[in-house]
């Protein structure tokens, strides 16, 4: 069973900064973040596969990077110049299956195991 443990969500000001973890306790073939604004449908951000593959949606492309750790077992989402529209739980997200890609593309169907959530707020 993989668990998913987020951390990092805060209140920050518009054009700054925060680092978001995800701690796993199982490497899988991909590893993403998702979030969730109020009256919105949730939306991938940030995927990473098991070979450091990359993919960001494009809203998020140039401010947020997505990094794995391998020595601290942790998924990264590095989020810089932030925008009141990224206000949202932001949720890591893991799924085993290799037979579909690992990018931007893949909804949050294709993920079977999910954390609790961090709140991430932006104030302008």
């Known amino acids: 069973q993989v668990q998913l443990v987020e951390s990092g969500g805060d209140s920050v000001q518009a054009g700054g900064s925060l680092r978001l973890s995800c701690k796993y306790n199982?490497?899988?073939?991909?590893m993403a973040w998702f979030r969730q604004a109020p009256g919105k449908e949730r939306e991938g951000v940030a995927f990473i596969d098991w070979i450091g593959r990359r993919s960001l949606a494009g809203s998020v492309r140039g401010r947020f990077t997505i990094n794995k750790d391998t020595a601290e077992d942790t998924i990264d989402l590095h989020m810089s110049s932030l925008k009141a529209e990224d206000t949202a739980m932001y949720y890591c997200?893991?799924?085993?299956?290799?037979?579909?890609?690992?990018?931007?593309?893949?909804?949050?169907?294709?993920?079977?195991?999910w954390g609790q959530g961090t709140q991430v707020t932006v104030s302008s």
């Open positions: 199982t490497d899988t073939y991909c």
């Open positions: 997200a893991a799924d085993s299956r290799a037979n579909f890609a690992c990018d931007y593309g893949r909804g949050d169907s294709l993920f079977d195991y």
